[in-house]
Every structure is written in structure tokens, then in C-alpha cells.
């Protein structure tokens, strides 16, 4: 029976940063945005960098403010209905793509049909599998027009849920559920955008250069004339051309450079706490890891995590223990129970569970440890092959390969054995690390295949409260007893910033949007 409505009302988003007389004025800011991103396509951006650049460009209904926290974006405003069951959005009347056509409900609904197409192979689809009939058309049971997303007139849009889920607007500034112009090109070389910038020049692995969007509903609030990224995948030469003075912001820094720049550039170095975690998937197809619990426990035991936080990275980094990090409101993770062990009793336990394992009888066991293109990651690769070695006697041949290459050896699984995962929250919610482990999970790269870990989330999802929370973290204690991914630590934000850059917050979700920043200048 459906319930009163409940009205969510925002002021505008595009907090207005007011221009300091005489000091400020427009200008471009330079960026580091960390390896080449996967893709610039809505369906099919997958990293981390391609998901930052795309924020600038392209903007769904929900967006994010200056401090990192969801606000209305393309939606003026909203109501949840039917118990949170369903939502229904007004779309700005200023909304607009950057040719000057109007953003309508239909381009929302053309998108995220296009999202559930077998053609496309959405790699993120399932941000929304709790939409109405996601399931389903996921599995190929319907076709993507029975997706529950309608347009009610050009001006709104409904959206209906197969069950609550309190973080659904946040889903909503994800590339996955923006918009697509009608003329259904996602090349946002040609295609027209509706974000707050567009892109004007782009040279592959050098730089991407942005102008503002003049047709974007708060076009009058961007202090800056432009914006030009720069893919830089090794931390050190983005530090050397950050001292360089090419760059304003960058994307991170370099493993064990963290003492000298809190010295020499304390008031550019931001570093702040990140819902992020760092782990090494096992791909539980190869026939060593998927056979025994016991190996996949040994190996997770005989890594130091606080030497590879301390020393291998050193730049605030927090061991960790669990695939959920802390500072969700309302969730304690379920960490991994010898994480209050001393290191010493940890590695026996390791050689006890490596021997229950049997896999050393026919010679010492060796594992590929596959990772991307980085200096910290390989770093980080490294040292966890030396412990693997001298705690149990593994052999792990390591193995770079570039990004693109490497997210797609990743989904296939044919030739991965443990290779370098992780994830930044999508929204602030346990779901979004633990859904990655759902047996038919498309994010799903370890093959991890649990009835119990997927019935556990299940309930959580028709749970509310703190009940909710209890069974959420049930299905974390199975992973850290099957121990499909590794947990090693947890992440926190890592940028340097140059004071004269204003506009820029430390946040939880260490998301910047550009259309905020300004840049001091000398001119008077």
C-alpha cells in the first residue's frame, strides 16, 4: 500500500565560491589523473580515473558537492514513495546538453536500457541491480525495456526498486545512470555532454583538455576557464612535475616519499581518510587456490601488513583486515579473527594451514601475482612475494601489465592467478565492497561462488537498520573465513595541492569535482 510521501528538497547544487576581489580570476587548472582511463564511455568505464574525468564532463541526476556529499544534479529535487520502493525525480527546466537540447526523462531511460544490452556489456550494470527487473534482464530471463525506469513527461522521470535501498541516490552519480543525448553517441569527442565542462583536445597518454560547458544549468558559477588532465601512471614523475610547477593537483604520491613532503611541502600535502580498501584477489578457477581454504587462509597470514603499510608505502595507510574499511556510519567490519595475533603467531599459523593445505608435496607451490602499471603496486607485489617465500616457501613470478590490458585479463580469468584488486566505495554503504563478491556478480573476478555469502546479502537487502547492518556483516565474516580476496590495507587520499588552489575539501570520498576550484592569480 503505498505510503505518504516523503519530499527530499535541495537548494541548487554548484555551491557559489565567491571571488575574492582582485585575487581571483579565471584561469585553468592542471591535473593528475593517474593511469590512462579504461574508457571515456559511460557503460564501460570502469577506473578510477576514467570515472573522475567523466564527473567533469557528464552529470546524472544526482552529483556531488564541494565536500564530497551527494546533492541534486541534473533532478531539481525528488520524492521516495511505496516505502523507499520507488522515486520520483523533476528534472531541472534549465537542464541542457552542451548543443542546447534539453536533458529529458527519455535519456535517462534510453541510457540505461543501452546499460542492460548483451551488445553492450555494461561492466558496472550491476550499481543497479536493485532497480526493478535488473536481475532479470542481467540473466537474460527479460529484455531491457522491462527495466524499471519510465519517462513520466520529458520533465520527469520513475524509477522503481525491487527492494529499499536508502543509498540509492548516491548510485545515481556513478557514469553507469547517466544520461545519453538522443542521438545515442557516447564518444565524448563528438557527443554533445551535459556536465560542467567538455572536452576540446585530447592527445592519448599525454593530456585531455577541458573548456567549461556553457549550456550546464550552473555554468555561471565556474571561476575557471579550463581544466587539462594529464595521465601520469608513475607517482614519481608526477611528483617531479608537480615541483616542476606543470602541475596544480595531483593525482597521488610516491611510496616513501611521504616524510620529506610532509617537510618540504607541508601545506600542499593533503592527506585524509578514504573508503577504500586494497586487497589481492585469488581467482578460485585456478586449481591450487579453489581447492583449499586452508592455502588461500596461509597466504593471507603470512603477509606483514604493517610493514607493507609502514614501510612499503608510508604514507598513512592503515593495515587492513577486513573488505569493508571503517567510517561507515552504522557498520563495524567483520575483520579477520588473527588480526589480534602478533605477527610471529600469525606465520605459524600460516606454515600450520600451508601444510594442512597439502600443497607442497609435489614441490613448492608457484602463484603469478598480476598487477598494473605502478610503482607503488609493484612495490607493494614485491614484498609480498618475499613473504610468501620466506614464511611458507612459495614462488611468485610477478607480472606488470598496462591498465587496459591488465582490467581485462582481470574479467576473463583465463590467465589471472592472484592479481592486484580493491575498491573505492561507489556509495557509502557495506553493499558496495560486498556486492563485488555476489557469485553472479559481473565486478565478481574471483569467481567466488558462495549460496550462503549471497542468501546473507539477500536479507540484508529486505532488513532495514541495524538488523540490516548484522547481516551484512555475517556474509563479511564468510569472506574472511573463504577468503576469496586477500585485504592488506586500507586506503587514504594522497594529493598535493597548491595553496593557491581554492575550491578543493578533504573528503571521505576523496571526490574533487573541478567546477569548484579556482586558482588565485597575481593580477590586480
Not at 555554468?219 to 602541475?247: F, K, N, Q, S
Amino acid at each position: 500500500m503505498p505510503t505518504r510521501p516523503t519530499r527530499v528538497l535541495f537548494p541548487l547544487a554548484g555551491l557559489t565560491l565567491a571571488l575574492l576581489a582582485g585575487t581571483l580570476s579565471a584561469a585553468t587548472v592542471h591535473r593528475g589523473l593517474g593511469p590512462e582511463p579504461d574508457s571515456l564511455q559511460i557503460h564501460q568505464a570502469q577506473g578510477l580515473a576514467a570515472v573522475n574525468l567523466l564527473r567533469d564532463i557528464r552529470e546524472g541526476l544526482v552529483t556531488f558537492d564541494v565536500s564530497g556529499e551527494p546533492v541534486p544534479g541534473q533532478a531539481a529535487a525528488w520524492e521516495v514513495l511505496d516505502d523507499g520502493l520507488r522515486y520520483r525525480f523533476k528534472l531541472r527546466a534549465d537542464a541542457r546538453w552542451s548543443n542546447g537540447d534539453p536533458v529529458t526523462a527519455g535519456d535517462f531511460v534510453r541510457a540505461w536500457r543501452r546499460a542492460f544490452t548483451p551488445a553492450t556489456a555494461a561492466a558496472t550494470a550491476g550499481l543497479l541491480r536493485h532497480v526493478r527487473n535488473a536481475e532479470d534482464i542481467l540473466q537474460g530471463r527479460l529484455e531491457p525495456d522491462a527495466l524499471g525506469i519510465r519517462s513520466v513527461d520529458p520533465g520527469t522521470l520513475e524509477i522503481e526498486l525491487n527492494q529499499a535501498a536508502p543509498w540509492f541516490p548516491e548510485i545515481l552519480a556513478h557514469p553507469v545512470a547517466f544520461p545519453l543525448h538522443a542521438d545515442g553517441l557516447d564518444d565524448p569527442r563528438s557527443a554533445p555532454v551535459n556536465g560542467a565542462f567538455r572536452i576540446t583536445e585530447w592527445t592519448p597518454r599525454a593530456s585531455i583538455r577541458l573548456a567549461p560547458n556553457p549550456e550546464f544549468h550552473a555554468a555561471g558559477t565556474i571561476a575557471l576557464d579550463g581544466v587539462v588532465y594529464y595521465p601520469i601512471e608513475e607517482p614519481a614523475t608526477e611528483l617531479a612535475r608537480y615541483r616542476a610547477g606543470e602541475l596544480d593537483i595531483t593525482e597521488t604520491i610516491p611510496a616513501g616519499r611521504f616524510a620529506w613532503l610532509q617537510e618540504h611541502l607541508p601545506d600542499d600535502l593533503h592527506v585524509h581518510p578514504y573508503l577504500g580498501s586494497f586487497w589481492l584477489g585469488l581467482n578460485l578457477t585456478h586449481p591450487e587456490l579453489g581447492r583449499s581454504r586452508e592455502l588461500r587462509q596461509a597466504l593471507a597470514l603470512a603477509i606483514d601488513r604493517g610493514i607493507v603499510a609502514r614501510t612499503v608505502l608510508g604514507a598513512g595507510e592503515l593495515p587492513g583486515w577486513s573488505i569493508v574499511p571503517p567510517g561507515i556510519a552504522g557498520y563495524t567490519p567483520a575483520v579477520m579473527p588473527q588480526s589480534g595475533l602478533s605477527q610471529a603467531d600469525r606465520e605459524a599459523d600460516a606454515r600450520r594451514l600451508y601444510r594442512q593445505s597439502g600443497v607442497a608435496r609435489n614441490g613448492p607451490l608457484l602463484l603469478e601475482l598480476r598487477y598494473n602499471t605502478s610503482g607503488v603496486h609493484r612495490r607493494v607485489a614485491v614484498a609480498v612475494a618475499a613473504m610468501w617465500k620466506q614464511v611458507l616457501g612459495v614462488n611468485t613470478e610477478l607480472v606488470n601489465e598496462e591498465w587496459k590490458v591488465f582490467v581485462n585479463n582481470r574479467r576473463l580469468g583465463t590467465v589471472t592467478e592472484v592479481f592486484r584488486g580493491g575498491w573505492i566505495a561507489d556509495f557509502a554503504d557495506p553493499t558496495s565492497f560486498l556486492d563485488l563478491l555476489i557469485g553472479d556478480s559481473s565486478m565478481n573476478h574471483t569467481f567466488y561462488r558462495n549460496p550462503a555469502f549471497d542468501d546473507l546479502l539477500s536479507r540484508a537487502g529486505a532488513a532495514a537498520g541495524a538488523q540490516r547492518m548484522e547481516l551484512l556483516r555475517q556474509a563479511e565474516t564468510l569472506l574472511t573465513e573463504d577468503m576469496p580476496v586477500i585485504p592488506l590495507y586500507y586506503y587514504v587520499s594522497r594529493h598535493l595541492v597548491r595553496p593557491r588552489v581554492s575550491g578543493y575539501a578533504d573528503n571521505l570520498r576523496d571526490i574533487h569535482l573541478s567546477r569548484y576550484l579556482q586558482l588565485e592569480t597575481d593580477e590586480f
